[in-house]
């Protein structure tokens, strides 16, 4: 599906802010030091100064003790104007490393899909919607991606939610398939106990058993992937397939020049390789 295939390319495009030296700098120095506090301050900026159980319910795979270390007092530190401009000259800059220019029809065509969403019940997609368009073309280009990268987000929160899989339960799941607790576990605050429990609630819906995914949870996994991907493609039914195919084109061989620095793979934000 080529809407999963472009939201690849531009997650990684969207997390230079969240690892590329030049955007940590842009962080700290607006007051947002460490990782997390860069993280947790620059994604849930556009919300405003939200606090913990609105960025619990839509950062979603978290444990709210783990955003308890940031939310409410990190607007105390840094107010939500000044984080969304650290968080666009961090990005901006760190691009700017790697992108000499942005292809002239790239943001006409992104403009199209961002204009095509719908927002209602995604409170992230929108919040980033709502905001500036911005004049620079790097900042554009990243503020698309991030737009597209979070309408997509709240789909598949939506679905996971719909499906009765809580936060932690989806990271059980996906780890029953591939492992991944080991990057995961450390970056979104579950203890041991919570986690072995989420995994208990999986085994009991015959999700999971000891040797990992059942048939069940294979096809439950795939359901939520599929569905995430439907919706999520909506917006981009604006342009013609030919206009995707080129968009593509454009913008793989920029994420491709991403990886693996700034943007490392296996990664904390569980972006995949474009």
Not at 54 to 79: C, D, H, K, Q
Request: no cysteine; net charge negative; hydrophobic share 50%.
């Amino acid at each position: 599906m080529r809407a999963r295939e472009l939201w690849v390319v531009l997650e990684t495009l969207h997390d230079v802010t969240y690892f590329a030296p030049q955007a940590k700098a842009a962080h700290e120095a607006a007051g947002l030091r460490g990782f997390w506090r860069g993280y947790v301050g620059t994604r849930a900026a556009p919300l405003g100064a939200a606090g913990l159980g609105v960025v619990t319910a839509v950062f979603y795979g978290f444990a709210p003790s783990f955003l308890a270390r940031s939310v409410p007092s990190i607007w105390e530190v840094v107010s939500p104007a000044e984080a969304l401009a650290a968080r666009s000259a961090g990005a901006v800059a760190a691009l700017r490393e790697h992108v000499r220019e942005v292809p002239a029809p790239v943001l006409p065509v992104l403009r199209r899909i961002v204009a095509a969403a719908g927002w209602a019940g995604r409170p992230l997609g929108a919040a980033n919607a709502a905001l500036p368009w911005p004049d620079d073309p790097l900042a554009a280009l990243w503020q698309a991606a991030t737009t597209l990268r979070e309408h997509r987000g709240d789909g598949h929160v939506a679905v996971l939610a719909a499906e009765g899989v809580d936060g932690l339960e989806a990271h059980a799941l996906r780890d029953a398939a591939d492992g991944s607790r080991s990057v995961v576990a450390p970056n979104r605050g579950w203890t041991d106990e919570e986690w072995a429990a989420a995994r208990d609630r999986l085994a009991a819906r015959g999700l999971i058993d000891g040797r990992g995914l059942t048939d069940h949870g294979a096809r439950l996994r795939e359901h939520i992937e599929r569905r995430t991907d439907e919706l999520a493609a909506v917006p981009y039914s604006a342009v013609g397939e030919d206009e995707l195919a080129a968009l593509d084109g454009w913008l793989r061989p920029i994420a491709r020049g991403l990886v693996p620095v700034p943007v490392p793979h296996p990664n904390p934000v569980g972006a995949p390789a474009p």
